[in-house]
């Protein structure tokens, strides 16, 4: 399978991001609408993933701040080729910004995948949709998708 990945306007394509990420977040790993949506995704960086048939099967954001966050793709699609396509890309648009850093807010089981491959913890444990998070940071020349799965 091949994906490609294309930048939008959350405002030209929010029905399709709104309902790709339901799909995912709310319906499947039933996370509450309202933490879903937020005001950061009128200022943030879209990415929809396509695959090879042109069907959008995913999507993420990246905040002006450089968190990388609702990192979603559907479940049949659901390979490391797909999560390395739209989170290589989320990069690249963080690059063309200028920014140094980017961030990820890590559900605990999974910060020391993180921490293995250069990521750093920032701050404290904080709770987000119900679920203890770590906000972790990364240089953006040195990221590496390895670790990634899913990512709210």
Not at 31 to 38: G, H, S, T
Not at 77 to 84: E, G, I, L
Request: charged residues 25%; aromatic residues 12%.
């Amino acid at each position: 399978m091949v994906y490609h990945v294309t930048k939008v306007n959350w405002f030209e394509h929010q029905t399709l991001l709104t309902e790709l990420r339901e799909k995912v977040f709310v319906y499947e790993l039933n996370l509450p609408k309202k933490v879903e949506f937020d005001s950061l995704d009128k200022k943030s960086e879209h990415a929809i993933i396509y695959d090879d048939s042109e069907t959008p099967v995913g999507t993420g954001r990246l905040c002006p701040n450089g968190l990388i966050s609702r990192v979603a793709i559907i479940s049949q699609h659901r390979n490391k080729d797909a999560f390395y396509s739209i989170l290589n890309y989320l990069v690249v648009i963080a690059k063309e910004k200028g920014l140094n850093n980017i961030f990820i807010n890590s559900i605990l089981d999974e910060v020391p995948a993180f921490v293995e491959y250069g990521f750093s913890k920032k701050g404290g444990v904080f709770m987000e949709a119900g679920i203890p998070r770590q906000q972790l940071c990364c240089p953006v020349n040195d990221f590496n998708a390895e670790p990634f799965t899913m990512l709210h």
